[in-house]
């Protein structure tokens, strides 16, 4: 090797230097080591003594400096000074202690994929999206559907990536000039390519069955095929390997559990409705069709003003001319001829009807079929031809139900309404100034306005909650009823067995549901969620409703999850959470090993695919112990990672081809022996595992410090350290047959041959 392979720099920014000087080689001999281990460390390090010769390499010693490390084929590598630690030798000397990991890393970390956060010019704005439960037209705000709807979403849709599509959002138009090479084939995975690339890699390689080394600027990922590579290479135990070390960890073993992925949540919505087409004009009268056409928006839950019925009677002129029956032509397509009140063609029919009106003949059936179009009045203007869109907004079967009781009455019915001072009123009060942004969201009764210990429910519906809440709050109820408004108390119980309720509990207006401990009833009234509209107490932005105003009118207005407006319908939703993904993951061949080991289930939310599924288990459970496999060569000579060595030790049954994925020593001193490491998981350590499973008593039992692991256990040979190994004697000394001893003599000639018993 050549003097100058160590060369530290004033490089910073991407390798950039304007000068170098070399390390003096003595240091490099006494203290130099380069380990490198797959996907994982890529470090050097060395200890600088500071000499006259040597003053300039040691002064150009510095924090996140570049080191050029040359190897002896010429190729070089950076490596960026991580760790200094200064000190003085045993001649006084002073002295650096110096790491340093491949360029290539921070390099990597400068790479960053992060979320925006909201400011004020650019803020969060929430309830606008295509996902909001909110809708500003005036056309859909009460479009509910009578029956019952069930929509089936997935909770947590993350689409599934390549390997290569999540490496290229870091690579691609990256500022620090990395490049990448990829190499092999991956499943698809679902996850986010956020944070850095390095520490991206640390969390989610592996789930690809992937592993990756620095080269350069280069970023290298493989396969493990694709890395692989045989090799010239043959370690022989006693021959040019002087140690064989081999330590397996069965603790965290798993071959059984439960595999969990795709996490859906089904909604199921009923809506009532106190009209439906019992009540109802189903057919045109004297050739009109307004009045069956408000019957079946109301069937539907649909708000429908006069200008939209007239849009809609005009397009019906247009299509059939109030013909039911009315038969139209095919267009020049294959779908069949254009049929009934609206000239649906047959299948688009079906796609849009709903159970029990699927008669493409009935005027009434095609109006409920138009009402479950989404933005039904938005695709027709009554001058021109209609072409329907969008998926329909249920197929649930139409049952109409009569409405629940919509009654209100008052917390203290003996008080009724009573008064208020202004800062126990809803909404922003003087008086009410103490509250952050002035605002209260309920209203309060007080003991001395509003006397009694008994709260009556000023609301029917179900008990949905009762919990203990902070701040203040205390213990308090949450009354559901069927469109999905919550009537929350609070702030009135000391403790919880004041309540006299339970939850799944039917509440009617006036029963009484607990008893008032404390000095005042707060009451809330909201459709968003209970706690999580907690969150908003302070905000006055629709969340909380006025509960003076609702409880005198007798009704709370129309929005958010239920409605109530004049169509006369009503709403309620449950939800249903589930994975659509589900397996039992069994390993006999492992259980045949080592015995059934259940584990944990396995859950990945956002991973809707089964093979996606099933790669990531491959690639995570562990189903044979932690292994790890070293060497030592008798001498260092260039081996690189990836590299397939053919590993001989017979006295531990090995005899395999072995994967290099790690190696540390220093090339500059031939009298250390560079320690390899081989790959520890998957098939390719299998006949260690076997060789730990045989009886210990094959072991040579005269090791210089014999061990033994934890679960499965260790074995480790090193016959150079006791040479005088076959010459022990007594009852504990291993005994060789003369064919034994033969075949042994064969070995250290380098034939092919294996040590059998004992």
Same mark, same amino acid.
């Given at each position: 090797m050549?003097?100058d392979q ?5 490089g910073?920014d991407?390798?950039s230097?304007t000068?170098?000087e070399?390390?003096?080689?003595s240091d490099l001999?006494?203290?130099? @080591?380069?380990?490198y281990?797959l996907s994982s460390?890529y ?6 003594t500071y000499?006259?010769?040597f003053a300039e390499a040691?002064?150009l010693a ?7 490390y ?7 590598q950076f490596?960026?000074? $991580?760790?200094m ?7 006084g000397?002073? #002295?650096?202690?110096i790491?340093?990991?491949?360029a ?8 960053r994929i ?7 010019d650019n803020?969060?704005v ?8 909110s ?6 705000k009460d479009?509910?559907?009578p029956g ?5 979403k997935?909770t947590?849709v ?7 599509e ?8 990256n500022?620090?000039g990395v490049k990448l090479?990829?190499?092999?084939t991956f499943p698809?995975?679902a996850n986010e ?5 390095y520490e991206?890699l640390g969390s989610?390689l592996?789930s690809?069955?992937?592993f990756?080394?620095?080269?350069g600027?280069t970023l290298?990922?493989y396969d493990?095929?694709s890395?692989?590579?045989r090799?010239?290479?043959t ?8 140690k064989v070390?081999l330590?397996?960890?069965g ?5 059984d559990?439960?595999?969990y992925?795709?996490k ?8 009532t409705?106190?009209g439906?087409v019992s009540n109802?004009v189903?057919?045109a009268v004297?050739g009109?069709?307004?009045q069956?056409?408000?019957?079946a928006a109301?069937v539907?839950g ?5 200008q939209?019925?007239g ?12 013909n ?7 267009d020049?397509?294959s779908d069949g001829?254009?049929l009934?009140l609206l000239q649906?063609k ?7 009807c ?6 493409i003949?009935?005027g009434?059936d095609q109006?409920?079929?138009?009402f479950?179009i989404p933005?039904?009045?938005? $695709?027709? #203007?009554g001058?021109?031809g209609?072409?329907p869109s969008g ?6 079967t139409?049952q109409a ?6 009654s209100?009455?008052?917390p203290?019915?003996g ?5 208020f001072?202004?800062g126990?009123l809803?909404?922003?009060?003087p008086g ?7 605002f209260?969201d309920?209203l ?10 008994e709260v009556h429910a ?7 909650q ?5 701040g203040g709050?205390g ?13 929350e108390y609070q702030?009135?119980?000391i403790?919880r067995n004041?309540?006299s309720?339970?939850v ?12 008032r ?5 707060h009451?809330?009234i909201?459709r968003a969620?209970i706690?999580?509209a907690f ?8 969340t909380?409703l006025d509960?003076?105003?609702i409880?005198k ?7 958010g999850?239920?409605?109530?407006g004049?169509?006369g319908t009503?709403s ?6 589930y994975y659509?993904?589900?397996?039992h993951y ?11 080991h259940?584990?944990?289930p396995?859950?990945?939310d956002?991973i809707?695919?089964?093979?996606t599924?099933k790669a990531f288990?491959a690639n #995570?459970?562990?189903?044979e112990?932690d ?27 090995i005899?395999s081809?072995?994967t290099?994925?790690g ?5 500059f ?5 560079p320690e390899?490491?081989y790959r520890? #998981?998957?098939?390719?350590l299998?006949?260690f595992?076997d060789a730990l499973?045989?009886d210990?008593? @094959? ?8 061990e ?5 256990g ?6 150079f350290?006791?040479p ?5 004697t007594g009852p ?23 040590l059998?018993?004992?």
């Amino acid at each position: 090797m050549i003097r100058d392979q160590v060369v530290l720099t004033n490089g910073l920014d991407n390798f950039s230097n304007t000068q170098g000087e070399a390390v003096d080689y003595s240091d490099l001999h006494d203290s130099f @080591k380069v380990n490198y281990q797959l996907s994982s460390a890529y470090e050097i390090s060395f200890t600088l003594t500071y000499t006259d010769q040597f003053a300039e390499a040691y002064k150009l010693a510095k924090m996140k400096r570049y080191v050029e490390y040359a190897y002896d084929d010429g190729t070089r590598q950076f490596f960026t000074i $991580q760790q200094m630690e200064e000190g003085v030798d045993e001649t006084g000397q002073p #002295t650096l202690q110096i790491t340093a990991t491949h360029a290539l890393i921070d390099l990597m970390k400068n790479i960053r994929i992060d979320p925006k956060q909201p400011t004020e010019d650019n803020p969060d704005v929430s309830g606008l999206g295509p996902d909001s439960s909110s809708d500003s037209s005036d056309d859909n705000k009460d479009n509910q559907q009578p029956g019952t709807t069930v929509t089936v979403k997935q909770t947590d849709v993350q689409q599934t990536y390549s390997l290569e599509e999540q490496l290229h959002k870091f690579i691609d138009n990256n500022d620090q000039g990395v490049k990448l090479a990829i190499y092999g084939t991956f499943p698809k995975m679902a996850n986010e390519a956020t944070g850095s690339l390095y520490e991206w890699l640390g969390s989610n390689l592996a789930s690809y069955g992937a592993f990756w080394y620095p080269d350069g600027y280069t970023l290298r990922v493989y396969d493990l095929p694709s890395i692989q590579h045989r090799s010239d290479e043959t370690f022989r135990y006693l021959n040019n390997m002087t140690k064989v070390d081999l330590q397996s960890d069965g603790n965290d073993l798993v071959n059984d559990c439960w595999v969990y992925g795709g996490k859906v949540q089904k909604d199921i919505t009923t809506v009532t409705a106190t009209g439906g087409v019992s009540n109802g004009v189903t057919t045109a009268v004297n050739g009109d069709w307004s009045q069956a056409a408000k019957n079946a928006a109301n069937v539907m839950g649909v708000s429908m003003n006069d200008q939209q019925l007239g849009v809609l009677l005009a397009q019906i002129k247009l299509e059939s001319g109030g013909n039911d029956q009315a038969k139209g032509g095919t267009d020049g397509l294959s779908d069949g001829p254009a049929l009934g009140l609206l000239q649906f063609k047959q299948g688009t029919f079906n796609y849009y009807c709903r159970p029990p009106y699927t008669n493409i003949m009935s005027g009434f059936d095609q109006l409920i079929a138009f009402f479950n179009i989404p933005n039904c009045f938005g $695709q027709i #203007t009554g001058r021109h031809g209609w072409s329907p869109s969008g998926a329909p907004l249920s197929k649930a079967t139409i049952q109409a139900k009569p409405a629940t009781d919509n009654s209100w009455g008052w917390p203290f019915p003996g008080t009724g309404e009573g008064s208020f001072s202004s800062g126990q009123l809803f909404g922003v009060q003087p008086g009410g100034g103490f509250r952050p942004n002035g605002f209260h969201d309920g209203l309060d009764f007080g003991s001395v306005d509003h006397p009694g210990p008994e709260v009556h429910a000023v609301h029917g519906g179900a008990v949905t909650q009762i919990s203990w809440g902070s701040g203040g709050i205390g213990y308090y109820v949450v009354i559901t009823d069927s469109s999905g408004l919550n009537c929350e108390y609070q702030e009135a119980f000391i403790e919880r067995n004041n309540i006299s309720v339970a939850v799944g509990q039917q509440i009617k207006t006036g029963d009484v549901i607990g008893i008032r401990t404390n000095n005042h009833l707060h009451l809330g009234i909201t459709r968003a969620a209970i706690p999580g509209a907690f969150s908003k107490a302070f905000t006055n932005d629709g969340t909380w409703l006025d509960p003076l105003q609702i409880i005198k009118n007798g009704g709370a207005p129309s929005g958010g999850t239920g409605n109530s407006g004049d169509s006369g319908t009503t709403s309620s939703t449950t939800s249903e959470t589930y994975y659509s993904l589900y397996y039992h993951y069994v390993d006999k061949d492992s259980q045949k090993r080592y015995g059934v080991h259940v584990g944990a289930p396995i859950i990945q939310d956002s991973i809707y695919d089964m093979d996606t599924l099933k790669a990531f288990v491959a690639n #995570t459970v562990k189903h044979e112990p932690d292994t790890t496999f070293t060497t030592t060569m008798a001498d260092w000579h260039t081996v690189a990672l990836g590299y397939q060595i053919r590993v001989y030790a017979p006295e531990m049954n090995i005899k395999s081809w072995e994967t290099l994925v790690g190696y540390s020593g220093n090339p500059f001193n031939e009298t250390q022996a560079p320690e390899l490491t081989y790959r520890n #998981t998957g098939l390719e350590l299998k006949s260690f595992v076997d060789a730990l499973a045989q009886d210990l008593q @094959k072991i040579n039992r005269n090791n210089s410090l014999p061990e033994r692991g934890v679960s499965i256990g260790t074995k480790q040979e090193d016959h150079f350290a006791n040479p005088n190994n076959q010459k022990e004697t007594g009852p504990t000394a291993p005994k060789y047959s003369q064919i034994q001893m033969n075949r042994l003599a064969q070995f250290m000639q380098g034939k092919d041959v294996t040590l059998d018993g004992r």
